[in-house]
């Protein structure tokens, strides 16, 4: 029996069983469905895309995969020395894993033994924001603050690791206050938080996140696994606050192949790099810098650049805000719109049951949580596509 995610499997609805995927489209043996989902935020260029099955194809004809651990082959090279080139800053130390919480584990991992190696042994602390959602491994979870992960709150009570706080610049200054001398990191979602309610907040807590950090000698981790390319209208949050340690995964791989990074400035790097190996990081995932995932990375970024993805972003978010503008209902708390992402908040999240199925009626695919309906769409949707996501949307508060 398949154990599906996040499910009461005892009273969940079957799913819907996807027999093919083109484009922006997901068909059932019946139905043909845009993807407001992108497949969890991850399939940016849509299904079926010729050029990312090319670069699998012949990739997969010399070989998938072959460990890093005393070896190493030339996508993962490529795609290390192409990131180092595309991201801001020194960014330019890339270790690879398989998904974007072992990627932010491995983020959390650096920070802490970064102190450890210098002898800093009292910074164990993590600060972390409310509603943050950084995945669902262990650690990620106590730096997560995600009402479906409080069983672990209940078995082990509260952490002594992770503080967090509202992003309000002053609970920012606060905590730096009280804790800079216990903190080895301050860990956010730039600018938009997602799975915690796809809540979205301004630069300029991230500017003062970044002179505290440099101030008191903190780590700041951007956990861009969900924001990275493109998502909120910047290429990446980065481009705009340059964080130590950049987390990327999801769309890496442009949906492909579970794979993600974490990369880290110099600064951080040369923390580990010396003559004693117990400084070295001991992190090593079977899969990690997988040839094929290297491979589709890298085709993926070619699209980016070369398909002028950010003109095609910044057109989803007007045309979003063009469709609802004006928008409203006494159901709806609010409307948020940034970038390639839009959510109505609902006032109760009862208000969103049926709504799957309501739109798979109508030929959109989509997923409700917590009491956010929201579209993150693939970035190749036309508009006529958008409009019709968006007009669902909108008809669930008409019936
Ligand atoms: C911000 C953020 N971090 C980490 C993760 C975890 O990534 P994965 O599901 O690949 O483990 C997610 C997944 O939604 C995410 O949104």
Known sequence: MIWYPYEQMKTMRAPYEIVD??????YTREKKLIDSVSSWW???H????PELNRALISQAEKFSHVMLGGLTHEPVKRLSQKLADWLPGDLD??????????????????ALQYYMNRGETER??????EHAYHGDTFKTMEAGDD??????????????YVVHIPTEIKALEQAFEAYHGRLNCLLVEPLLQGAGGMRMYDVSFLKRARELCDRYGVLLIFDEVATGFGRTGNRFVSDLVLPDILVLGKALTGGYIGHAVTVARKRVFD?????????????????MGNALACSVALKSIELFETGDYMSKIKRIEAVTRREMEGFTDPRIREIRIMGGCVCAEVTDASVLKGYQQFAFERGVFSRPFLNCLYAMVPYVIR?????????????????
């Open 21 to 26: 995927a083109e484009g922006v489209y997901l």
């Open 93 to 110: 130390y890339t270790f690879f894993s398989d998904s974007g919480s072992v990627a932010v584990e491995v983020a959390l991992k650096m």
């Open 147 to 160: 009402e479906d992960y409080h069983f672990v709150l209940k078995a082990y009570g509260p952490s002594r």
């Open 124 to 129: 164990t602390m993590i600060l972390a924001l």
């Open 46 to 49: 849509g299904y079926k895309h």
């Open 383 to 399: 508009e006529e596509e958008l409009v019709k996501v968006l007009d669902t949307m909108k008809a669930w508060f008409r019936v």
């Open 271 to 287: 923390g580990f790099y010396d003559e004693h190996p117990e400084h070295a990081l001991m992190h090593g995932p079977t899969f």
């Open 42 to 44: 991850s399939v940016i």
